[in-house]
């Protein structure tokens, strides 16, 4: 079973139909401006656990909605709508 | 029991020390590596390697075997090279039957703009130093008479870039060839020992805590796989990296008359045939970033669905295996080799799905820049900084199936 991505207006459905986005967050403790660029264009948090991250249903209704899945299992925990 | 296993037996486990010179946090390849060349190219012997399960129980043994050297930019065709070489050499060296084997590899082309790719591959190839030859379709079909030479209708095969050294070798027998070789010159290997936390010393990294207590080091390194991100936070580091599943199947056996490797970057799959007649398929990197060992079903009806359009033959065999392993993808889809800019930590990861191919030269390099202090010239442009100072290696065309 593949995993399937709860889309709040499509309902569940493949999750080749969806493109990942990932939400960014540069830490505060970066202050320098050139480090924050570095961070915000190359470093991932790469969290294992409950994450909450934005799909873009792209081969349906393209909409972007916020859902919360576990890394570490690949299961989706939870729906929030952006 | 064969020779692989007795050997296993003779080993001498040890208890870890309270300090090393070079603590290596993972046994996986790139770990054990670098442990077997510090012992044998610099005579550093005073190393421990961690592992929080067992030799080579990480991506090193959830991989697809495939050692090539056909990149596209001259630093990383140099550098994937080294390792072919050094493979090549690594029976004998290590006196253990690794069973490798070189099969060559053919990279099809389906389209005309996917034939001036693999030419312009063949040429950058040849010009630093890993042969490549551009192949038409009469050559394919005789270096491998199993293609369906039209793809099904829709994937016709246009040419390949063949490039003769590619190789397969199996994957336990090489990282337990290298763990042997540094434990018989006193090297320890600790496994069920996991890294929970590094000491920090101000800025400097002096050691790391382990389920086994406190160790101190002069130098740490992380060869760590798919959990890598966890282990540079302890030294206050975050990096350009993203965990993904990568996930591959066998079939059962056919006869041994699949000679060579066949890869697509088209229909994004390789299938090579292992010793046991296995064949062996592999695609692309699962889209989500995850840590999970799960294997999905539509994976290997994606595959399949598209491999048969080449190699119709498999519609006869069944799916005997299916596993995954977790890929640190770096943005430019090059390894991240070297310092880290904490004193004492150094880094090898972003091995993506092109780690195992990289094992012998990623240790040679790193042990002798842990030796020497100097970053040999072959890894120098895959440092860390890379991305900082806008020198990011791009290289997304050759690791894309593999």
Redesign the interface.
Known sequence: MSLRIPCPLCGDRSVHEFVHGEIRRIPDHVTDPDERDLDFAFHHDNEEGVVTERWFHALGCRRWFEIRRDTTTDRIVGAAES | MNEFTERQMQLTWRAPKKSYDVVIVGAGGHGLATAYYLATRHGITNVGVFERGYIGGGNSGRNTTIIRANYGIPAAVRFYQRSVDLYRGLEQETDRWLMHQQKGILWMAHSEAAVRAERMRAKLNTEFGAETEFVGPRQVEELCPQLDMSGGGRWPVLGASYHPQGATARHDRVVWALAEGAMERGAHVHQNTPVEGLILDGERVAGVRTAAGDVAARAVVSAVGG?V??IAAMAGL??????H?LQAFVTNHYRQQFGPIVASSELFFYASQTARGEMLLGAEI???????Y?S????VQDVCRRALCLLPFMSNLRVLRQWTGVCDMS?DYSPIMGRTGVPGFFITTGWGTWGFKAIPAGGEQMAELIATGEIPELIAPFGLDR??RDRTMADRGSAGTH
Do not use: E, V
């Open positions: 959990h991100s966890r975050r990096l350009p990296i993203r965990t599943r699962d889209p989500q970033p995850s840590f999970s799960r999905s079903h539509d994976f943005p991305f900082a």
